[in-house]
């Protein structure tokens, strides 16, 4: 009787056992596949991530792009009105234009008020035929901006001389004409005629394709808000809606209505970016907007494909079978361990410590899991702050050098207002707009060199050339730059014939940060800038006699959007810093040890050219 109820209470804790340990696994089981699921969602949105900021930085060079040719044609509209000007004026007028966006137009022309063509730029497509008198009255690009007034955005047009979209602009004169019975005005406006820009489709596919990071392997493709391509890699398709038979005939059957959906989602003034799968390939498409003068007229997409989605799967069906076999593979030995508990009694105290030991290994592991998930967060805190610090910045500096230009253009604007024919612009007025305009354009350069250094895209173009020139260039651009504050310093050089093997452009940028750093904070004091090469290496150094830098900010002072003036982003620095780097130098400062200000120093690899090194 004993021996039975001894027998029964030992099968009963076996099961007991052996239950518990069946429990703890698929708990186990169900925590990994969870783990794994949420780290396939966390790099999914990582692909689509990355994939919305290709998008809006290739939209934005596309923005300033197609700006770069309305501005071209608000100007020659805005200019001497030129059905009065000679011919030549005219043609030297269009050329300019052509030449400063040759990378997408294929040519300018202006249009009378009969539609006929006056004179026209050079063209750089063979195929486009104009000439004197060419009627172009029934064209949608002469009609439109008539009828309306407005300038007009035409959707892709398909020729033999290549696939086009027009941008036209109509010249207006106005009139003021004075009622017998009442003392107000009457304005009238007459149309004389239309400045015509011809954008090559081409082009514009192969200048969205050139500026794609080299990280990603992607497509770009261009759409209108009526759903019409103008830039697909599948040439047939342009000029088509994305409805019609000859693009839904290439979609497969299985994500039809999905990819369907994307696209109508698109044409809305959303940016947006979705994955699409067929079979173990995803591919990842992000569109964005495109808004000229606060018209939504184009979308721009980009479809990235990868096989993160099957890769991600793959392992976590691995790691599924793992789980499995690990449950049963323990209620095994959950089991084994129980008859082995009953049967050897003596064996329990090493059991019990062998399991021990593997749940304390279990438990660091999931804490390392943890410690890693934190790190993650907070990287991503990092980049947010960073985010938004970016923002705060460069608003700041936007709104810098616009209001100036905004005040000296409603000035020059007020004085169109006036009956006095004769139009007093300041020559001041006109400098501050340059040199406001040239302030805007190098913080938009100095945030797409941001932009490529960050992504690995700067590329650098190596040439052998002698150091003193672009010293020399420099020093004569500051002479000509007139700098705000109470005085100029005295800048000192001895030039020395040295030669570099380096990019030209990206080292004569890293030599003007410095020596504009060193000005700014040196009112009236002396900047000496000396150039050596020995041992291997040429070495610069610009000193200056200022405020020297602030040990706030000098263990991090070659990073992004450190400053303590209140001018500037706090950007040169740390792409001068990138610049020499990706060269193979290195670049560093110090304060002046026994008098003020503070001294930049950059290296480079020495080219044996046989010059004087000393």
Do not use: C
């Amino acid at each position: 009787m004993i021996n039975s109820l001894f027998s029964k209470s030992n099968i009963g804790l076996l099961f007991f056992i052996a239950i518990i340990a069946t429990i703890l696994s698929i708990l186990s089981y169900q925590y990994s596949s969870f783990t794994a699921s949420k780290i396939a969602g966390i790099a999914s949105e990582d692909v689509r991530s990355n994939a919305r900021i290709e998008a809006y930085h290739l939209s934005q060079i596309l923005i300033h792009s197609i700006n770069s040719i309305t501005n071209n044609l608000e100007a020659l509209t805005n200019s001497v009105p030129l059905l009065y000007s000679d011919n030549q004026t005219v043609k030297f007028l269009l050329n300019n234009a052509q030449d400063s966006t040759r990378e997408l137009t294929s040519a300018y022309y202006l249009l009378d008020s009969n539609g006929k063509v006056i004179s026209w730029s050079n063209s750089s497509d063979s195929g486009l035929q104009l000439q004197r008198d060419l009627d172009l009255s029934k064209m949608e690009y002469y009609l439109a901006p008539r009828n309306t007034k407005m300038p007009y955005y035409s959707t892709v047009s398909r020729s033999p001389s290549g696939d086009k979209i027009f941008i036209s602009f109509p010249i207006l004169s106005t009139s003021i004409d004075t009622a017998r019975n009442t003392d107000t005005p009457n304005t009238t406006e007459s149309f004389r005629g239309v400045i015509v820009s011809a954008i090559d489709v081409n082009r514009v596919g192969k200048f969205l394709q050139d500026r794609l990071s080299p990280e990603l392997v992607s497509n770009v493709g261009l759409m209108d808000k009526n759903g019409i391509f103008l830039y697909a890699r599948n040439e047939s398709l342009i000029g088509k809606n994305f409805l019609s038979t000859d693009f839904q005939s290439t979609i497969p059957s299985n994500i039809k209505n999905s990819y369907n959906d994307i696209l109508k989602r698109s044409l809305g003034p959303r940016a947006g970016a979705q994955d699409v799968s067929i079979s173990d390939k995803t591919t990842t498409i992000s569109y964005r907007p495109i808004i000229i003068d606060g018209k939504q007229l184009w979308t721009l997409y980009i479809g990235s494909p990868h096989t993160l989605t099957s890769d991600v799967g793959l392992l976590i069906e691995q790691q599924k079978n793992f789980s499995t076999m690990v449950v049963i593979i323990i209620g095994a030995i959950a089991i084994g361990i129980a008859f082995i508990i009953l049967s050897w009694n003596k064996r329990l105290k090493t059991s019990v410590m062998n399991r021990t030991f593997e749940l304390k290994r279990a438990n660091d592991s999931l804490i390392e899991s943890n410690r890693l998930l934190e790190a993650a967060n907070e990287q991503l805190k990092v980049h947010d702050r960073m985010q938004k610090e970016f923002i705060n910045v460069a608003a700041h500096e936007l709104r810098t050098p616009i209001m100036p230009i905004l005040g000296d253009a409603q000035y020059i604007e007020r004085q169109f207002d006036n009956d006095d024919p004769r139009i007093q612009i300041e020559k001041d007025q006109v400098s501050s707009l340059i040199r406001n305009a040239k302030r805007l354009d190098r913080l938009a350069s100095d945030i797409l060199d941001v932009t490529r250094i960050e992504s690995k895209s700067l590329k650098l173009n190596k040439e052998k050339f002698n150091l003193k020139d672009i010293v020399l260039s420099n020093l004569a651009d500051i002479k000509r730059f007139e700098y705000e504050g109470s005085g100029f310093p005295d800048i000192k050089y001895t030039p020395k014939d040295i030669i570099v093997n380096a990019d030209k452009g990206r080292l004569s940028q890293v030599i003007a940060n410095l020596l504009s750093n060193a000005i700014k904070f040196t009112d009236k004091g002396v900047i000496t800038i000396k150039t050596s090469a020995a041992d291997g290496e040429v070495i610069a150094s610009i000193r200056d006699s200022g405020s020297g830098i602030d040990p706030e900010i000098f263990p991090k002072l070659f990073s992004k959007f450190i400053t303590k003036s209140d001018r500037g982003t706090g950007l040169g620095l740390f792409i001068s810093k990138s610049i020499i780097e990706s060269h193979g130098g290195k670049i560093w400062a110090e304060n002046n040890r026994f008098e003020p200000g503070a001294t930049f120093y950059f290296s480079l690899p020495a080219v044996d050219n046989g010059l004087d090194r000393h």
